[in-house]
């Protein structure tokens, strides 16, 4: 006995064939206890109603993904697949337990080559649906310098704004950042130092300022969510390079890359035949 010949063709016209698990023939004999035989075809049945879901769900994102990227002319390499997948097995054969085999500890999560290879290329896929629409310009990279409004009072907002202004005044007559920070009892960490931000989320006044301002430039105080806050402009998105394009790069993942997923399956139509 063995499976219909259209059922295996059918995951490798999706899959690169190496990638497809081998099924074993029904008679194919899994186990025996006390001479009983525990065969393919024993085991079957039962895979789909315990494990049948797990899968499924995995091939619905993939599809999904597969679809979207096609549309796009987005497409991942199977070679850049592999990198990624002996990358993580690496990183698995690095915290194996003693005696514990690489297989053992893959059985263990559930997981073999072939679900690395679905799920990283359909990460990998979503990663540059996203990318997409990167856009380096329209980022930068600054510090801060806040001062906090203790109260929602316009003397309040007054005084910070005047305590904010002194700050940048003295910024612009040559005293250091770092000094200017010290000298107002200012959180020092990182210098102000903040991630990769759109300029869109910036509050308009800042947004202007950074259309014309050098690197290095102050704007003047602007109210904020957080206070009044001064920002020195320390990278364009234009002039990131290296390790600091990569930076930008996941900044705009983690910011765009989830309602890109949402947006792929809200407009996806997935059927689900009783």
Known sequence: MAWPLALLLAAQSVFPAKIVPKVPEPDHV?????????????????????????VVEDLIAYHMALQEATKLGVTVSDEEIEKDIERRLGLIRQSLQ?????????QAQGFGRSRFYVRLKS?????RIALATFQPTA???????VVPVDAPSGAEIARATARANEAYEKLGAGVSWADVMAGYGLPSE????????PIADFPQPAQTQFGSLAKGG?????????GIEVFRLDVRGADAAGDELELLRQAHLARFRPAVVERIRRESKVERPK
């Not at 003693?98 to 893959?106: F, I, K, M, V, W």
């Not at 102000?192 to 931000?197: A, K, P, Q, Y």
């Not at 102050?218 to 957080?226: F, K, S, W």
């Open 190 to 197: 990182r210098q102000g130092l903040l991630d990769w931000m």
């Open 123 to 127: 990460e990998m896929l979503l990663d």
């Open 139 to 145: 980022w930068v990279r600054v510090s801060a310098i």
């Open 218 to 226: 102050y704007t003047r105080p602007t109210q904020t969510a957080r």
């Open 30 to 54: 899994l186990a025996r206890v006390n001479g009983v035989a525990v065969t393919a075809a024993d085991a079957a049945p039962f895979l789909w109603e315990w494990r049948g879901k797990e």
């Open 98 to 106: 003693q005696g514990q085999t690489l297989e053992d500890a893959l």
